[in-house]
């Protein structure tokens, strides 16, 4: 379980292909190297994935996408130098300061527009409108990883507004027009949408 509240921002330094999965070599911090265990769970853009290695002297640790995971996510475009927001497992004594976030990503979706607001960016993206029944205005919402709140609420058509902290402190300060970013919807969202169709 996370709360989307990213807390640094690594690079892909390698890719390796094993059949129909891939395994992403991540450079970090030495820190974080330090901190973290093997068979930890951390978020990688949204993206829970299990550390299977780690590399002391080269500061890095590495994590394989299933195919499964690839064909429903970003992970699947991911290339070596891409930047990548990153989030350790929520502990019981943590701050909530996000939503709760399971790491499971629903759909993704395509940047379409970014406006400068001068003082905060609303981002525009498109995606399946079959999921738009679990969007709710100013309800909580889940970007490559980043608890954020919806400002737009259109079948097919979302937007966000991020605050300058979160722009410079995440990858989506990279983001281009039509990039794929992963969307995890609100999960008390996704339960009641479950009820009301029984």
């Not at 379980?1 to 292909?17: R, S």
């Not at 769970?41 to 949204?46: F, R, Y």
């Not at 902290?165 to 919807?185: A, G, P, Q, S």
Request: glycine fraction near 6%; aromatic fraction near 12%.
């Amino acid at each position: 379980m996370f709360t989307g509240i990213v807390k640094q921002v690594f690079q892909v330094l390698k890719i390796i292909e094993n059949h129909k999965n891939k395994t992403f070599e991540i450079l970090a911090d030495p820190f974080f190297i330090q901190e973290i265990q093997i068979d930890e769970s951390i978020a990688h853009d949204g993206v829970c994935l299990t550390v299977e290695s780690k590399n002391l002297q080269q500061n890095s640790y590495t994590v394989t996408a299933i195919y499964e995971t690839l064909i429903k996510t970003s992970l699947q475009h991911w290339s070596v130098e891409k930047r990548v927001n990153i989030e350790r497992s929520l502990k019981l004594n943590d701050l909530m300061g996000g939503h709760f976030v399971q790491g499971h990503v629903d759909t993704t979706a395509v940047l379409k527009n970014i406006e400068n607001q001068e003082g905060s960016y609303q981002l525009f993206f498109e995606y399946p409108s079959e999921f738009h029944r679990y969007i709710v205005p100013k309800g909580s919402i889940c970007v490559n990883g980043v608890s954020l709140t919806v400002v737009l609420d259109k079948p097919g058509l979302f937007s966000v507004c991020v605050i300058p902290f979160t722009w410079e402190h995440t990858n989506f300060k990279h983001l281009k027009i039509n990039d794929l970013v992963n969307i995890e919807f609100d999960i008390i969202g996704k339960y009641l949408a479950k009820w009301n169709n029984q």
